[in-house]
């Protein structure tokens, strides 16, 4: 093997080793079991957090497919007025993070909130004691609540898939005698179930990474409890444990997916014909606008729209907060720093693949990329307390080499900038990897050839050849990185240095004081800088490249 093929082989196999080593050391955590503490999770911890999470989990997966479905089906099948707005629309609500959409509704549906507040004045009521609606509070608002947010994973998925179909194929259904309703149930929906099953799966995933809504929705799941045993109890072996608890559903999740799709076979003319939508009139064309508004104005309109209201009440009174600024350059400056070195990373990681294409070495090079991603499927608690034990470890060594020299003992890693950055850019390298490994299919070959025999090496090849083809792909990887790490809450409240707040850890102080007025404005500002991957892909129509099924942009937790 070449030597330069050795070298960047070997260096993704280090970060691999890297981003491997959270579910290392959880693994090795697991290993050192303790049966008191085991005895203490499973008595009163274990029980309660995991069957809400399974109740959540279940309860979400249900509602996001069959929102995300029909509303995919809506606009794909039928043709009415609004429907290209909606078409795009109904992806707003990934631009809104889980926690920021429960910490608004708690204003909006308190009991002296406007909502409420309205209903009592058209109901004739003059207090919350005559009259009050149901607390948000429980398990099925934090179910309902994340499905509004996170059903746009299965609407992308599949309505990329109805958009695909073959019209044949329901033209067939429909001369058999099936109406509308047949043809949906036993055509189409057979045909998507691949599809519904990938964005179900990454429901779920996100489901699992939330932390913000289920604490302010008072359902306590396996990551509040893996958060309040760390934080609360300092008990970082107890955290482990439930973390290893967690990461074992994460990969059933993933199997789960994998064997529902496993005898999944279709076949069909090289180029069918796509679906025609069916033109709807009158009220029913009305009906079919009411229908798909409905989950844009209770995942998007109402949040967004009571966000700007008290941001523009706070700027009007008092301006924004000197603390609030400094959290906004906090949050920028962590964002650029994980986006560098994301994009840094999975070049090389993209390029150890490419370079060892076709030769004895191509299987190491895919496991490296394998292992290299393998952050996205981990929630970002998860992967902090991951890698709270080998950074611990490490800390007590080099404390340790400190004093042998005379120095005094003192963390040097552990409570620093540089260790967030780390977890963040392990959470969302897949997302880089993707982006890049993308772009870098469509290089052809034969430039790697000419640029060899003009006696370019491999890094000047990659420099003067493949970056500059890659600038749309590394543009598109850097956006959805950086507006990640702004939003991203669970790893930073866990990894952050002493008195450093992030606009997401602003806002989750400022709802646990219940002070919301304080958090609007952090809350629409990331809000805003999750719209710009949103636009970007309804500019693109959200259409996937041929015989590929995307998977939208992280909605961030």
């Avoid at 699992?208 to 306590?220: P, R």
């Avoid at 190491?364 to 499927?377: E, F, P």
């Amino acid at each position: 093997m070449p030597a330069s093929r050795t070298r960047w082989l070997l260096a993704a196999l280090i970060i691999a080793a890297v981003a491997l080593a959270p579910v290392l050391s959880l693994a090795w955590a697991g290993a050192q079991v303790r049966t008191d503490l085991w005895q203490h999770l499973l008595a009163s911890v274990l029980p309660r957090a995991a069957t809400n999470t399974l109740l959540v989990l279940g309860g979400v997966g249900a509602l996001v497919a069959v929102i995300g479905t029909g509303c995919a089906w809506l606009v794909t099948a039928y043709d009415f007025p609004g429907r290209r707005l909606l078409s795009w629309a109904l992806l707003l609500p990934l631009a809104v993070p889980t926690y920021i959409v429960a910490y608004a509704y708690l204003d909006l549906l308190h009991p002296l909130g406007p909502v409420q507040g309205a209903l009592r004045w058209v109901l004739g009521h003059d207090s919350p004691r005559d009259w009050r609606l149901p607390d948000i509070r429980h398990l099925a608002g934090c179910i309902v609540l994340l499905a509004l947010v996170l059903y746009p994973y299965v609407y992308l998925t599949t309505r990329a898939l109805f958009a695909t179909q073959a019209a044949s194929l329901l033209e067939a259904g429909r001369s058999l005698g099936a109406g509308p309703v047949a043809v949906f149930f036993r055509v189409a929906l057979p045909l998507a179930r691949p599809a519904i099953a990938v964005g179900v799966v990454l429901v779920l995933l996100e489901t699992l990474n939330d932390i913000g809504a289920s604490e302010f929705l008072g359902v306590q799941t396996l990551t509040v409890a893996i958060y309040t045993t760390w934080v609360t109890r300092s008990d970082l072996a107890g955290a482990a444990q439930i973390a290893l608890s967690m990461l074992v559903i994460v990969l059933a999740l993933v199997a789960l997916e994998r064997f529902a799709r496993r005898r999944q076979r279709y076949e069909t003319t090289l180029r069918p014909r796509p679906m025609q939508a069916q033109r709807l009139r009158g009220g029913r064309a009305v009906l079919a606008l009411g229908l798909g508004s409905v989950p844009v104005l209770a995942g998007f309109a109402a949040p967004a729209g009571y966000l700007m209201w008290e941001a523009w009440q706070r700027l009007r009174s008092d301006g924004a907060s000197a603390q609030l600024l400094h959290a906004l350059g906090n949050t920028l400056m962590i964002a650029l720093l994980t986006t560098a070195a994301a994009l840094l990373l999975a070049v090389v990681v993209c390029w150890a693949v490419r370079r060892n294409a076709r030769s004895r070495s191509e299987l190491l090079a895919g496991i490296a990329n394998r292992s290299a991603s393998l952050g996205y499927a981990i929630p970002g608690t998860v992967m902090a307390i991951g890698l709270l034990l080998p950074l611990g470890g490490l800390d007590r060594m080099l404390s340790d080499l400190l004093i042998s020299f005379g120095g005094q003992a003192r963390l040097v890693l552990m409570g620093t900038l540089w260790v967030l950055v780390l977890a963040c850019t392990l959470r969302f390298l897949a997302v880089a990897i993707g982006s890049i490994e993308a772009g870098m299919s469509r290089i052809p070959p034969s430039l790697d050839a000419a640029s060899a025999a003009l006696g370019e090496g491999p890094l000047a090849t990659l420099g003067r050849v493949h970056l500059p083809l890659l600038r749309p792909s590394l543009a598109a990887a850097a956006l959805l990185v950086f507006v990640d790490t702004m939003k991203e809450l669970p790893a930073t409240l866990v990894l952050r240095p002493m008195n450093f707040e992030t606009l997401a850890t602003w806002l989750y102080a400022e709802a646990a004081r219940g002070t919301y007025e304080e958090g609007a404005l952090a809350a629409l500002l990331i809000v805003l800088a999750g719209l710009l991957p949103v636009i970007a892909l309804a500019r693109a129509g959200g259409q996937p490249a041929a015989g590929q099924v995307p998977a939208p942009p992280r909605a961030g937790q």
